[in-house]
């Protein structure tokens, strides 16, 4: 018996690395999903914590989503709660910016947001995958109502700069052409007997039935310009009513043409599990879930507070802030226990006294650089010209996305499009520029897709999360070996001091990797803290 | 552990590669390649990456932690230390070592001579007056 699931979780492996090197990491992930590799959530419903210990308290730095989470179900729980926050606001990285809200990057830069009222700008989180249990299941505990999300949008672009004369394609047309060429190609494959050795004749035909379902293939498994395939990619002349009604079908795209393109590189996104629908948004901004968890918090969280210390000893934890801003002001903070939520960018230049082996974790986690722009228009053209109703357009320009409000749909109103969501080296460089620069760069680029952002532009906001005074990038950079080396160290109880957040997660960057990491780090703080008081 | 490897590699790759698939061909500097950024030198390293944290006047800044001054900070009288840094990370730092991996980061590396070129920029600007010079061959043999 062994023996044999060893052989299976070789060929599995095997398996995993072919698909892995010839589709690449979203393919990986669909197969390891069909597998069972790649898990839901740990979420399996908040913890209840039985019988805390009367007095006994936890003092939490930060109120992002790791940190409420732990103050909420600790004070539930009967402990005393105290929670320290460098912002004015709850949140973190769960933030909206709308109109009249401020934000001061470092450095200096400063911006007055000047959406109108309904519009706003994502800087962090953005979508709420429907297996992320553990957020959606405060969004319903704190009354945050959600409304979908539109990751795929079959009318929405995908673009190169250098295909098809930099002329957008719609992901219909992207998307059916390539199934329907590839189904042809397998289809002549087939019926030349090429798969003689590997498919018998009974599975052939229903190969090929299937390949003719998949690809809109015609009688002949041809892929070819017709109703069967303009059903899928589009017509040229929409069916109607009347004396006009007869429709015009698409020609599709040639193969080599297709191929050329690379845009099939764009068609997988919305297939990440992350990223399947159902995805959800919260009515009115992704701020609203801290926001709620604020006000359910309000007063145990004291904002303004920039840690400078952390003292632990046999008995307690003590902390030292200040009021941010004003440098010298020094506060103690004291408790029995300390869950620590500060990231790990700004928590290695923190004195404190922990164990080496968390210490060398903690100062081990590069942070990724990532930069959003909001541009406000003063009319929804996206929607008015080209019936682009929410959803993603993916383009090679450094501005990488275009994300389309998935709210006020069909509204005669002003409108804010993601006019840019940029990783890797564009992401440092437009963290490099001042805010203005990258909203001239993200309106140039852009309207490479949207001529019409020249005249319609109204005013934007844009954050390079580097600059971001309370997380100085923009999430743990894990690799493996970084993982390999220091991941359960940072994640230990050290003495009297645990840490949480989307960093002490396998979800990084994920708001339910900050709730699981919360939810797990109190429920072994509770064990110690009731084995204590028995003791 | 192997599997445990792939999926760590995977959630690494699949939460940026959605974004970056399209993305890695083209830039805002018609120079970068899909391998390595084209900055010209020390300064144009300087500002299309370094100032992002740094600061246009080198002077860095503080918020919840602090992004510290490459202007009047004595650790900059080791050029040697500066190019470590720049190789191999510190803390939130990021690595700037060109692995050849092909990683969704990797183009975001530096080559040696840009390393060397920003150094000697950073340390005779900024109110900085060294007179050493680094070279591209000095930061190569720092490589692991």
């Not at chain 1, 210490?359 to 406000?376: D, E, F, N």
Request: aromatic fraction near 10%; charged fraction near 20%.
């Amino acid at each position: 018996m062994q023996d044999d699931g060893r052989m299976f979780s070789m060929k599995r492996r095997d398996l995993l690395r072919m698909i892995g090197m010839s589709a690449g990491a979203a393919a990986m992930y669909q197969a390891m999903s069909s597998l069972g590799l790649a898990a839901e959530s740990s979420f399996k419903g908040s913890p209840t914590l039985q019988g805390a210990p009367g007095n006994t308290s936890v003092l939490i730095l930060g109120a992002g989503i790791a940190g409420m989470v732990a103050a909420y179900e600790l004070r539930q729980a009967g402990y005393k709660v105290q929670v320290l926050e460098y912002n004015q606001r709850a949140g973190g990285r769960n933030w909206s910016l709308r109109g009249g809200d401020r934000f001061t990057e470092l450095g200096g830069f400063s911006q007055h947001c000047q959406f109108d009222d309904g519009c706003y700008l994502n800087p962090g989180p953005w979508r709420l995958p429907y297996h992320h249990h553990g957020i959606l299941s405060y969004c319903k505990k704190l009354g945050v109502q959600l409304e979908p999300f539109v990751q795929v949008n079959h009318n929405a672009y995908v673009h190169s700069a250098s295909a098809f004369g930099g002329k957008p394609q719609r992901y219909r047309t992207i998307n059916t052409d390539y199934r329907g060429h590839v189904a042809e190609l397998l289809a002549k494959s087939t019926q030349q007997g090429k798969l003689d050795e590997t498919v018998s004749k009974e599975d052939q035909e229903k190969l090929l039935e299937s390949l003719r379902d998949w690809g809109a293939l015609d009688k002949n498994f041809a892929y070819s310009s017709g109703i069967a395939s303009s059903n899928r990619r589009g017509f040229d002349k929409d069916p109607g009513g009347g004396l006009s009604a007869r429709p015009v079908p698409s020609t599709p795209i040639a193969l080599d043409e297709l191929l050329g393109s690379r845009l099939w590189s764009a068609l997988s996104a919305g297939e990440i599990y992350e990223f399947q629908t159902s995805l959800f948004q919260p009515v009115g901004g992704m701020g609203r879930i801290g926001e709620a968890f604020g006000r359910a918090l309000d007063g145990v969280i004291r904002y303004g507070a920039k840690v400078t210390a952390i003292q632990q000893d046999a008995h307690g934890v003590s902390v030292s802030y200040e009021d941010a801003g004003k440098h010298g002001s020094t506060h103690k903070a004291h408790a029995d226990w300390c869950i620590c939520t500060i990231p790990l960018s700004i928590l290695s230049q923190i004195p404190m006294n922990v164990s080496a082996p968390m210490a060398a974790a903690i100062s081990a986690v590069p942070y990724a650089a990532s930069v959003k722009v909001g541009l406000q228009f003063k009319r929804r053209f996206w929607e008015e010209d080209e019936h682009i109703y929410g959803g993603i357009t993916y383009t090679d320009l450094p501005i990488a996305t275009i994300g389309y409000p998935s709210s006020g749909f069909h509204s005669s109103g002003k409108g804010v499009l993601l006019g840019a969501y940029i990783w890797g080296l564009n992401a440092f460089e437009f963290t490099a520029m001042t805010p203005a620069q990258r909203i001239q760069k993200a309106l140039e680029y852009g309207s490479q897709i949207h001529p019409q952002y020249h005249r319609e532009f109204e005013t934007g906001v844009a954050v390079g999360w580097h600059r971001s005074p309370f997380t100085m990038g923009c999430f743990g950079l894990w690799s493996d070996d970084t993982r390999a080396k220091h991941y359960d160290n940072l994640c230990q109880i050290d003495g009297r001091i645990a840490l949480a957040g989307e960093h002490a997660s396998y979800l990084p960057a994920w708001q339910e990797g900050a709730v699981t990491s919360a939810l797990d780090v109190i429920e072994r703080i509770h064990r110690r803290a009731v084995a204590e008081a028995r003791a | 552990m192997k599997i445990h490897r792939l999926l760590t590699t995977f959630l690494y790759l699949g939460l940026l590669s959605h974004a970056t698939t399209l993305h890695a061909q083209s830039s805002d500097n018609t120079t970068h390649t899909q391998s390595s950024p084209g900055f010209a030198d020390g300064k144009a390293v300087f500002e299309h990456i370094c100032q992002g944290c740094h600061m246009p006047d080198a002077k860095g800044a503080t918020g919840a932690g602090s992004y510290p001054a490459l202007t009047g900070n004595p650790r900059l009288v080791s050029a040697a230390y500066m190019a470590a840094v720049i190789l191999h990370g510190r803390r939130d730092m990021p690595s700037f070592i060109q692995t050849g991996d092909s990683g969704p980061l990797e183009n975001s590396r530096l080559n040696d001579t840009q390393i060397a070129d920003v150094i000697n920029y950073v340390r005779t600007h900024f109110g900085n007056h060294y007179a050493d010079r680094i070279t591209a061959q000095e930061v190569a043999g720092m490589h692991p």
